[in-house]
Structures are given as C-alpha cells and as structure tokens.
C-alpha cells in the first residue's frame, strides 16, 4: 500500500519501550511517523485535557528511529493528540495510533485509559484511529505486537473504516506460537473492589493510595453480535482481541426502562 502519514501517541510516556518498538515498526514499513506523545507516564487520567497550565512540546528525535519525528509534551494523552492534530503537524494524518501500552485496557477500563482517550481523539477529529496493548505489566517483548497493529491498520484501511469507528486491540502476554486466532469481541464489564491505604507522611498527615482487585467480569449485552465474547475471556485463552468502539454513549436499552420522572407534576417525554 501507499505510505501512510501515522501519529502515534501513548500513556506510558515518551521513554517507553511500547512506542518506540511501534514506531519503528511502523517507519521500517515506509511509513510517515510522527510520535507526539507525554513526556512522563500519565496511565489512567482519562479523557482528561489540560486547562489551567501552559502545555509545552520538546522534540524528542533521538529516543526514536531513524526518520521518526517526535515530540515529549507536558500535557495528557488526550492534550497530545489534540496539540498534534492542531499546532505540530502540517498535514492530517491518514491514522491515529495509540501504544502499545504496557497492560491492558480490556472491558469498561477503557473509560479511565488514557492510551484510549490518545485514539478516541482521532476518532472524535474524523481519523481512523486504534488504540493497542499487551495484556500484561510484567511482558516486554513488544515487537510481534507492533507488527499485529499494523497488519489491522493497514488491512482495514484497504477495506472502508466507517466513520466514528474506534479499534481497541489487546494482544495476551505471550509467544505468537501460543496466540490464538485475533478475534471480534464485545466489551465486558468489569467490577471492582476498590480499596484504600491509609499511610502517614513523615510529618504525621494522613495521606492515601488507591488501589483496586477485579472481582468479576460480566458479559457485555444489547446491540451487536450475540457470539461475540467478551475481550477479557479472549485474552484468558491467549487470543488477540479486536474490539471496535465508538463515542457514543447513548443509551441502547428499552425506553420503558427508563425511571418515570415527573418533574412539577409534569412526566418527562
């Protein structure tokens, strides 16, 4: 195919190994890549954007390939792709691509991912965007996951990638000869059970940590292919998973479940 114009972004920051085996992967393709990406981690902010401070960008060539173009921004993920699409680059990219992020961001995680919120912005801009991850903290060989990415990016993009349409790839920590077929899945919904610490500073003031156990993953239901498993159950069988998203949140179930509210003595309609 035709060289693409590519940006990629990330959570993990600019010195993460994750995006710079996805870039170079991307470059030694003959690929355009542009890496604008947080100068530090920023895992788990979100869709957060960055209002009350001044955002700054420093290039950032030398930690990447060659002819990789890269920026370390102050701001969020989101910020960056933002700052990206509006002030660094000269051309609109054929593609966002966000990771690869070191960890998953399977069923509703992704609503606090910041590596989903990197592509969701594309996404929001009109761009075929894909958010990619190892389902792992502890795995570090990211190189058979860049290589899957780009085989979905540049295979959907021969095909019609419709419109407000979000890829969030999650790849099972191991050897491709162990991987399962990649697989459609639904989101499942994770449920957490949140705990805090309670530790003291050495000056004596309470301060806490949070932490947090997943209990239960429950099947996703309502619109969409009923065969469809879930991303997490997928991932326990070492099969690569490819879940499309979109942004909107609208409620899809009946509308007589609604809760009846009257306000003033009036129903709602």
């Known amino acids: 195919m035709n060289p693409l114009r590519i940006l990629i972004s990330n959570d993990d920051g600019v010195f993460a190994d994750g995006i710079r085996t996805l870039a170079a992967v991307a470059s030694e393709r003959g690929h355009q890549v542009t890496v604008v990406c947080p100068d530090q981690e920023r895992s788990a902010t979100g869709h957060g954007l960055t209002l009350q401070s001044p955002i700054r960008a420093e290039r950032a060539d030398e930690l990447f390939a060659t002819n990789i173009t890269a920026w370390g921004c102050s701001g969020t993920p989101a910020d960056c792709v933002k700052l990206a699409l509006f002030e660094l680059l000269s051309e609109k990219p054929d593609v966002v691509i966000s990771g690869i992020n070191h960890g998953p961001n399977l069923g509703t995680d992704i609503f606090c991912s910041g590596t989903v919120a990197a592509a969701l912005e594309g996404t929001l801009e009109g761009i075929p965007s894909l958010a990619v991850s190892i389902a792992s903290f502890q795995w570090n060989d990211f190189r058979f996951a860049g290589e899957l990415a780009m085989d979905v990016v540049e295979e959907a993009l021969?095909?019609?990638?419709?419109?407000?349409?979000?890829?969030?790839?999650?790849?099972?920590?191991?050897?491709?000869?162990?991987?399962?077929?990649?697989?459609?899945?639904?989101?499942?919904?994770?449920?957490?059970?949140?705990?805090f610490s309670r530790r003291l500073d050495p000056r004596g003031n309470t301060y806490f940590w949070l932490a947090g156990e997943a209990i239960k993953d429950l099947e996703s239901s309502g619109d969409g292919p009923n065969d469809w498993p879930s991303d997490v159950s997928q991932i326990e069988l070492n099969s690569p998973t490819l879940t499309p998203i979109q942004p909107d949140l609208f409620w899809r179930g009946s509308i007589k479940s609604l809760p009846k509210i009257k306000i003033g003595g009036q129903p709602v309609r």
Request: aromatic letters at 8%; one cysteine or more; hydrophobic letters at 30%.
């Open 158 to 195: 021969k095909k019609t990638w419709p419109k407000n349409l979000l890829l969030n790839l999650n790849i099972p920590p191991c050897k491709p000869k162990e991987m399962s077929a990649l697989r459609w899945t639904r989101l499942s919904i994770r449920n957490y059970q949140e705990q």
